[in-house]
């Protein structure tokens, strides 16, 4: 009997590749000999996750529409038709048993050449708004799974599931790796530990608050893990040299979040999907920061469910050189506020979603042959 193939797209930031790259883990652990491809977009940071987590990867020429405008929206159209012509050989190349997207650019036009050779799809919709590339391809596709519920406003009913979103296997049951942690990231088990993340391509606001009250939390005696993105490192560096002896770290890039998650006490983070995902299930107690750069405010309004169910704690982002690190200290200071958020948040978990997911997927496969 023939291998399984399967064709994953998902690229541009952490939360389109790690979920991909979970669906791929969990397809490997239930079918070993299965053979995964990824399809990304050329000069994106999935061209470099993807292979550091073991697949192979094909890059295609695609961009996305830029909000502003720039030269670069009038090459969009020509892109589009290269990448359509380039996603077409890769299939027929490969020839997938079925095709999964997580977003991101190279998804809409590998989708869009499965479908229409009627090769099985199923795309992730990780936000409660969905994005208009998953709004076009959800007409098409076999099978939708969202995160959110009420998202038959923007999908056919008939094709949802709601399965939350995909995270990564390696941060299920941190607690036991905290004494690995503070090893490893060279922290005191005294102190609290606040862990800031702006996302995996940095978030500019919350650096910039973090490097004003780096002071303040110095002086407050807490510890810092601070992930900034490649943009602010040198910056961040230059802060946090007189601090580094005193558990004030930063990092360009984490590659071991499950031992982040572990170390910490708190978390900052922005209000992507993924990000969201990955509190929910480690039970952390968080402040989230939602970017205003996302379409239609997905991000406030994925941060307002947990708000909403006292799960989280919620900074504007035009508030957040003012207030976001006052209020961190106020709430790492509050031990039943802290047991409070992470009771409530550990509720809206889906701990399940990547094998849910992983499944559904494998159905359409099945479907399919039948």
């Given at each position: 009997?023939?291998?399984?193939?399967?064709?994953?797209?998902?690229?541009?930031?952490?939360?389109?590749?790690?979920?991909?790259?979970?669906?791929?883990?969990?397809?490997?652990?239930?079918?070993?000999?299965?053979?995964?491809?990824?399809?990304?977009?050329?000069?994106?940071?999935?061209?470099?996750?993807?292979?550091?987590?073991?697949?192979?990867?094909?890059?295609?020429?695609?961009?996305?529409?830029?909000?502003?405008?720039?030269?670069?929206?009038?090459?969009?159209?020509?892109?589009?038709?290269?990448?359509?012509?380039?996603?077409?050989?890769?299939?027929?190349?490969?020839?997938?048993?079925?095709?999964?997207?997580?977003?991101?650019?190279?998804?809409?036009?590998?989708?869009?050449?499965?479908?229409?050779?009627?090769?099985?799809?199923?795309?992730?919709?990780?936000?409660?708004?969905?994005?208009?590339?998953?709004?076009?391809?959800?007409?098409?596709?076999?099978?939708?799974?969202?995160?959110?519920?009420?998202?038959?406003?923007?999908?056919?009913?008939?094709?949802?599931?709601?399965t939350g979103n995909p995270?990564?296997?390696?941060?299920?049951?941190?607690?036991?790796?905290?004494?690995?942690?503070?090893?490893?990231?060279?922290?005191?088990?005294?102190?609290?530990?606040?862990?800031?993340?702006?996302?995996?391509?940095?978030?500019?606001?919350?650096?910039?608050?973090?490097?004003?009250?780096?002071?303040?939390?110095?002086?407050?005696?807490?510890?810092?893990?601070?992930?900034?993105?490649?943009?602010?490192?040198?910056?961040?560096?230059?802060?946090?040299?007189?601090?580094?002896?005193?558990?004030?770290?930063?990092f360009d890039f984490i590659?071991?979040?499950?031992?982040?998650?572990?170390?910490?006490?708190?978390?900052?983070?922005?209000?992507?999907?993924?990000?969201?995902?990955?509190?929910?299930?480690?039970?952390?107690?968080?402040?989230?920061?939602?970017?205003?750069?996302?379409?239609?405010?997905?991000?406030?309004?994925?941060?307002?469910?947990?708000?909403?169910?006292?799960?989280?704690?919620?900074?504007?982002?035009?508030?957040?050189?003012?207030?976001?690190?006052?209020?961190?200290?106020?709430?790492?200071?509050?031990?039943?506020?802290?047991?409070?958020?992470?009771?409530?948040?550990?509720?809206?978990?889906?701990?399940?979603?990547?094998?849910?997911?992983?499944?559904?997927?494998?159905?359409?496969?099945?479907?399919?042959?039948?």
């Amino acid at each position: 009997m023939e291998p399984i193939k399967v064709l994953l797209s998902g690229g541009g930031t952490g939360g389109h590749i790690f979920p991909a790259v979970a669906i791929a883990n969990e397809i490997k652990n239930t079918i070993p000999n299965a053979e995964i491809l990824f399809v990304g977009a050329i000069g994106k940071m999935e061209m470099e996750k993807v292979p550091a987590a073991g697949y192979k990867i094909i890059g295609v020429s695609i961009a996305g529409l830029q909000r502003k405008f720039t030269l670069s929206n009038f090459k969009l159209p020509f892109l589009l038709i290269k990448s359509y012509f380039q996603t077409k050989q890769i299939i027929k190349n490969f020839n997938p048993n079925v095709v999964v997207g997580t977003g991101g650019f190279a998804s809409g036009p590998i989708i869009k050449a499965a479908t229409a050779k009627n090769i099985p799809a199923l795309i992730h919709e990780g936000n409660s708004y969905a994005g208009l590339t998953n709004k076009i391809l959800g007409k098409k596709v076999n099978k939708i799974c969202v995160a959110y519920p009420n998202m038959d406003k923007y999908f056919p009913k008939e094709k949802i599931l709601i399965t939350g979103n995909p995270i990564r296997q390696d941060l299920f049951n941190i607690n036991s790796k905290r004494n690995e942690a503070l090893a490893f990231f060279g922290l005191n088990s005294e102190k609290k530990t606040i862990l800031v993340i702006g996302g995996s391509l940095g978030a500019r606001t919350i650096n910039e608050a973090i490097n004003l009250g780096l002071k303040n939390i110095f002086e407050a005696n807490y510890q810092l893990i601070w992930q900034t993105g490649k943009g602010y490192i040198s910056i961040a560096n230059e802060s946090v040299k007189n601090y580094k002896e005193n558990g004030i770290k930063a990092f360009d890039f984490i590659s071991r979040m499950d031992l982040a998650y572990a170390a910490c006490d708190l978390v900052i983070s922005r209000a992507g999907a993924s990000s969201i995902s990955e509190i929910c299930v480690i039970g952390k107690p968080c402040i989230l920061v939602p970017s205003p750069n996302v379409a239609e405010d997905h991000q406030t309004k994925n941060a307002l469910a947990l708000q909403q169910n006292s799960a989280a704690i919620l900074v504007k982002d035009f508030d957040a050189n003012h207030s976001l690190v006052k209020t961190a200290l106020d709430l790492i200071n509050d031990n039943e506020k802290l047991n409070q958020l992470s009771l409530n948040v550990v509720k809206m978990a889906y701990p399940n979603a990547t094998k849910t997911i992983a499944a559904e997927v494998l159905k359409l496969i099945k479907k399919n042959k039948d």
